[in-house]
């Protein structure tokens, strides 16, 4: 499902947020990525989505070598994923049921299918009796949630978050890992970046660490 083999990712001024880091994700699988602010949780989640090339090495997702993507083939690619990261990206001026809207209309899905999907995504979430919300006017476990519906709105075979939890008191935080792991119950590959070990203590999924750019894949349960 995703592989990545001896990557580097090197930025300009010669930092490098990973380091020959190898770490294969199978189907269906639920992991969380621990480790300290820096240590290049972001930068992974960010080459399997294409929004970063790595420097030397590999990154495969679902068979496709994506450092090998031309920029035209990126959105095919993201098509199969749910994106969760720490700035929102929340459309202010658009309401909640708009916000969730937009993946499905920039695909080009049928109008009333969509609707249909986007009310399913709320109510997945317990937003749907705010569909017609502003987001401004929304708690940020609320936002959060928001997010996760937008996220999952296409049913994507690959959901990729960023600490998640990362600004929500520990009843919001708890709320949200349970969503992350009804979405991997239906078939779902979750991964989930984050520094909480809580939450990766109740939800016992498989643990890689991340350390300093160096990823340690060996660990099972947190």
């Known amino acids: 499902m995703i592989e990545l083999s001896g990557v580097t990712k090197r930025y300009p001024g010669g930092h490098e947020a990973l380091k020959d880091a190898s770490l294969a994700i199978a189907e269906g699988e639920m992991v969380f990525l621990m480790g300290h602010s820096g240590a290049g949780k972001t930068t992974l989640l960010k080459l399997i989505a294409a929004i970063e090339r790595p420097t030397r090495g590999s990154v495969v997702v679902r068979g496709q070598n994506v450092d090998r993507l031309r920029a035209r083939a990126i959105p095919f690619l993201r098509r199969n994923l749910g994106l969760v990261f720490q700035d929102h990206k929340l459309l202010f001026d658009r309401n909640v049921f708009e916000n969730v809207m937009l993946?499905?209309?920039?695909?080009?899905?049928?109008?009333?299918?969509?609707?249909r999907?986007?009310?399913?995504?709320?109510?997945?979430?317990?937003?749907?009796?705010?569909?017609?919300?502003?987001?401004?006017?929304?708690?940020?476990?609320?936002?959060?949630?928001?997010?996760?519906?937008?996220?999952?709105?296409?049913?994507?075979?690959?959901?990729?978050?960023?600490?998640?939890?990362?600004?929500?008191?520990?009843?919001?935080?708890?709320?949200?890992?349970?969503?992350?792991?009804?979405?991997?119950?239906?078939?779902?590959?979750?991964?989930?970046?984050?520094?909480?070990?809580?939450?990766?203590?109740?939800?016992?999924?498989?643990?890689?660490?991340?350390?300093?750019?160096?990823?340690?894949?060996?660990?099972?349960?947190?």
């Open 103 to 115: 993946p499905l209309e920039i695909i080009g899905y049928d109008r009333r299918e969509a609707a």
């Open 117 to 222: 999907r986007v009310r399913a995504a709320l109510d997945k979430v317990g937003l749907l009796e705010r569909e017609k919300a502003m987001p401004i006017t929304m708690s940020g476990g609320e936002q959060q949630r928001l997010c996760i519906a937008r996220a999952v709105v296409h049913r994507p075979a690959i959901l990729l978050a960023d600490e998640p939890t990362g600004n929500l008191d520990p009843a919001y935080a708890a709320e949200i890992g349970e969503l992350f792991r009804a979405f991997n119950q239906v078939g779902a590959t979750v991964m989930i970046a984050t520094h909480d070990v809580q939450l990766a203590e109740r939800l016992a999924p498989r643990v890689v660490t991340v350390a300093s750019g160096r990823v340690d894949a060996s660990v099972a349960q947190p």
